[in-house]
Each structure stands twice: as C-alpha cells, then as structure tokens.
C-alpha cells in the first residue's frame, strides 16, 4: 500500500511533536513531513514528488503565518486543490471565519489531550481522499467537546 502524504506546519516544536507521535500511534500508512513557518511549507510543497493529501496550517507561525500561507496556496494552481485545515490555541470566532473565507476546509483548536487529537486524526487519516470533507462534518457533530468549526 502506498503511503499517503501530509504536511504539519507548526512553529511549537511540542505541538509538533505530540502531533507526529499521535499520527504514528493510529495511522503507520501515513508520512508526516514538517515545517515551523508559512515560508517553509511552500518550500517543502516544492520539493515534494506529489502534492500531499492533506496540511495542517497553524495559525501564528513566525516569517509566514498561516493567513498569508493559506492564501498563498489557494492562489497557486499547484496547491489549490490541497485541502487545509487550519488550527489554533484560538477559539476566536472571527478566526474561524477567515479560515472559511480563505478557503480551508476545517478549523480546529489543537487539543491538550493526547488520546483526543489521537481520535482526530485517526479519523482524519482513515477519510484521506474525497471523503474527507464529509468525515469532517461527522467528526464535528461525534466530538462535541472540541472546538471545531467545518466548511460543508
């Protein structure tokens, strides 16, 4: 099986590697690939074989945040395509919004609990593909307590 690629950009070297180790624990068919700005993510985009399926994009990254990144992707013909889902320590509604409005398919506020963002992107990874908007929505209703908000 081939293995399906996504990409992490976070600047809290922590988040990233609870992030990278949660993914490990419930999905060995999935490479992570990493960066710690806006700058970089478009760096690596270049430099992969084929686009990821799927990026994660904080919010608050020095160099490039995650506003100018997420426009910058959804600007490009390469990268338009490549779902985004924002996240944040933010619950601002007015941050959700822009995300929406810029064109990613899901915010979310990154979980302080292990087994939670285990359960997130268990279900994230196992609905990689054309399904992913649709899991998204449900994972939005089954877990009520975190805070997320999802383009349908």
């Known amino acids: 099986m081939e293995k399906k690629v996504i990409l992490l ?12 180790e949660a993914l490990e624990d419930v999905n060995e068919n999935v ?10 993510t478009l760096k690596i985009l270049g430099e992969l074989d084929k686009n990821p399926e799927l990026i994660f994009l904080d919010v608050n990254m020095p160099v490039m945040n995650g506003w100018d990144c997420l426009k910058m992707l959804k600007s490009d ?19 959700m919004e822009i995300a ?12 302080n609990d292990f087994n939670d963002l285990k359960y997130i992107l268990r279900y994230i990874t196992s609905n990689l ?4 908007k649709d899991a998204l929505v449900q994972l939005q209703i089954d877990r009520s307590g ?7």
């Open 129 to 132: 593909g054309s399904n992913l």
């Open 31 to 40: 490479i992570c690939h990493c960066a710690f700005n806006g700058s970089e």
């Open 77 to 95: 013909e390469r990268y338009r395509e490549i779902p985004v889902i924002m996240i944040s320590t933010s619950s601002y509604k007015n941050d």
């Open 146 to 152: 975190i805070i997320f908000t999802c383009n349908t």
């Open 9 to 20: 950009a976070d600047d809290d070297r922590d988040d990233t590697e609870m992030f990278c």
């Open 100 to 111: 929406s409005n810029l064109g990613s398919i899901c915010y979310f506020v990154k979980p």
